[in-house]
T-cell receptor
Framework: DTEVTQTPKHLVMGMTNKKSLKCEQH?????MYWYKQKAKKPPELMFV???????INESVPSRFSPECPNSSLLNLHLHALQPEDSALYLC??????????????FGPGTRLTVL | DQQVKQNSPSLSVQEGRISILNCDYT??????FLWYKKYPAEGPTFLIS?????DKNEDGRFTVFLNKSAKHLSLHIVPSQPGDSAVYFC????????????FGKGTHLIIQP
């Protein structure tokens, strides 16, 4: 089983709203990732959690706040977003410990629209 | 500066023939390479990967070749089927830890009946 789930599938929010994206995996993976994908572009890394600790933040604006409550869950808290933040937000996970375990498995994504 | 390059934005192949998708990279630290298939508004689906210590990896209809000296890899799909029509992303990672994937811009593969 290589399933990563994400909720909600679609989200529309105003610039003053606070919302959260959720991601879950039950593969025992110890690394989890947030990526952002704009139309006709490749996914771009936002954050990496390794053993539930934030290990990489790709200079993401503070209006995006990640959280890893436990090894299976990853949240992305959104506040005061801009219309240009509208994109597909992808969560991924990977086992840690060697080349074969570096494969990242992606969830279906959350399509975010900021009005 | 693009560290992973897919120079063909699109590729059209007849059903039953071989599809060859190419990818070049510039970062010598990349140690592990992956191919993902993606439909619009969906997450990427992992297809096949290869470690830098190998030059070939096969999985069913999919084969990935790695030429480390040329910093080039290719994905072969044979025979091509209509369901293979999608965007294919090449990705690379230094390996050995939690790090982000560096993606190419993707190649849109169209399988024609």
């Amino acid at each position: 089983d290589t399933e990563v789930t994400q909720t909600p599938k679609h989200l529309v929010m105003g610039m003053t709203n606070k919302k959260s994206l959720k991601c879950e995996q039950h593969m025992g993976h110890r690394a989890m990732y947030w990526y952002k994908q704009k139309a006709k572009k490749p996914p771009e890394l936002m954050f990496v959690y390794s053993y539930e600790k934030l290990s990489i933040n790709e200079s993401v604006p503070s209006r995006f706040s990640p959280e890893c409550p436990n090894s299976s869950l990853l949240n992305l808290h959104l506040h005061a977003l801009q219309p240009e933040d509208s994109a597909l937000y992808l969560c991924a996970s990977s086992q840690l410990g060697g080349p074969i375990t570096d494969t990242q498995y992606f969830g279906p994504g959350t399509r975010l629209t900021v009005l | 500066d693009q560290q992973v390059k897919q120079n063909s934005p699109s590729l059209s192949v007849q059903e039953g023939r071989i599809s060859i998708l190419n990818c070049d990279y510039t970062n010598s630290m990349f140690d592990y390479f992956l191919w993902y298939k993606k439909y619009p508004a969906e997450g990427p689906t992992f297809l096949i990967s290869i470690s830098s210590i190998k030059d070939k990896n096969e999985d069913g209809r999919f084969t990935v070749f790695l030429n480390k000296s040329a910093k080039h890899l290719s994905l072969h799909i044979v025979p091509s089927q209509p369901g293979d029509s999608a965007v294919y992303f090449c990705a690379a990672i230094p390996g050995g830890g939690a790090d982000g994937l560096t993606f190419g811009k993707g190649t849109h593969l169209i399988i024609q009946p």
